[in-house]
Nanobody, 125 residues
Framework: QVQLVESGGGLVQAGGSLRLSCEAS????????MGWFRQAPGKEREFVAA????????SSADSVKGRFTVSRDNVKNTVYLQMNSLKPEDTAVYYC????????????????????WGQGTQDSV
């Protein structure tokens, strides 16, 4: 079982930056690929970014590409989402997710591929 706790959300002006953190409780964090998703009011939850368990490969949605960067620190059991040049349409609840994987270079884009979820953190732009 992996427990995920997000932090770093808040209110920011358009054009500003935020860094979200997601800390995992598990000592096996390094075998989990990680993802970030978001859900805006009245909308479906959508993929934002994902990173492989070794941190060597990552992907992000077209809507955030060039503005958001996902990274991880396997010593601190934490994954980050650096969000720059924020827009009003980035307003959402942001969730981190984890899934154990044998493949060190794999990342996952679909909600259904993840086993564990955080409680979410609200970002307002």
């Amino acid at each position: 079982q992996v427990q995920l706790v997000e932090s770093g959300g808040g209110l920011v002006q358009a054009g500003g930056s935020l860094r979200l953190s997601c800390e995992a409780s598990s000592r096996t964090f390094s075998i989990h690929a990680m993802g970030w998703f978001r859900q805006a009011p009245g909308k479906e939850r959508e993929f934002v970014a994902a990173i492989s368990r070794d941190g060597g490969r990552a992907s992000s949605a077209d809507s955030v590409k060039g503005r958001f960067t996902v990274s991880r620190d396997n010593v601190k059991n934490t994954v980050y989402l650096q969000m720059n040049s924020l827009k009003p349409e980035d307003t959402a609840v942001y969730y981190c997710a984890a899934r154990s994987t044998y493949y060190s270079g794999s990342y996952y884009l679909s909600e259904s591929q993840y086993q564990y979820w955080g409680q979410g953190t609200q970002d307002s732009v």
